[in-house]
């Protein structure tokens, strides 16, 4: 099961560069035996990979049709215990640093997506939706 978490950074000062957000990641999920690849999927261009004790991890920017306004993409590319707990926390974790987190329930623009971020009360909301793709 391949599991994909976007981050959206909402504030100037939340900026950082996709090589720095992969390390903090990386950090966060104590990964190790970082490389940069280049993507077989023409559009994609490159994208980084480390593994975990329990999983393979890929950070990539977010694609631009269902994400467009996402500026990054964590995959988790197996199941593994407690992965939505994982996943939970580090959602939940990124939202107290002023970012928005979206976690779709599947890769199909049907499919219920749910949102994590601050309310104006500092307090973190989870919401479920389905995302717009986005029109040229």
Request: glycine letters at 4%; charged letters at 25%; proline letters at 3%.
């Amino acid at each position: 099961m391949i599991t994909q978490i976007y981050f959206r950074f909402d504030l100037p000062e939340n900026v950082f560069e996709l090589d720095a957000f992969v390390q903090l990641i990386q950090n966060e999920l104590l990964g190790f035996d970082h490389e940069i690849r280049e993507s077989s999927n023409y559009f994609a261009g490159f994208y980084h990979k480390f593994k975990t004790k329990e999983n393979i991890i890929n950070v990539a920017n977010a694609d631009d049709t269902c994400f467009h306004d996402y500026h990054y993409v964590v995959t988790f590319n197996k199941d593994e215990n407690s992965l939505q707990d994982k996943i939970i926390k580090l959602a939940e974790t990124w939202v107290l640093k002023g970012w928005t987190v979206s976690i779709p329930d599947g890769p199909l623009i049907e499919d219920l997506t749910r949102t994590c971020y601050l309310n104006e009360d500092g307090k973190i909301i989870w919401k479920e939706h389905r995302v717009e793709p986005h029109k040229n």
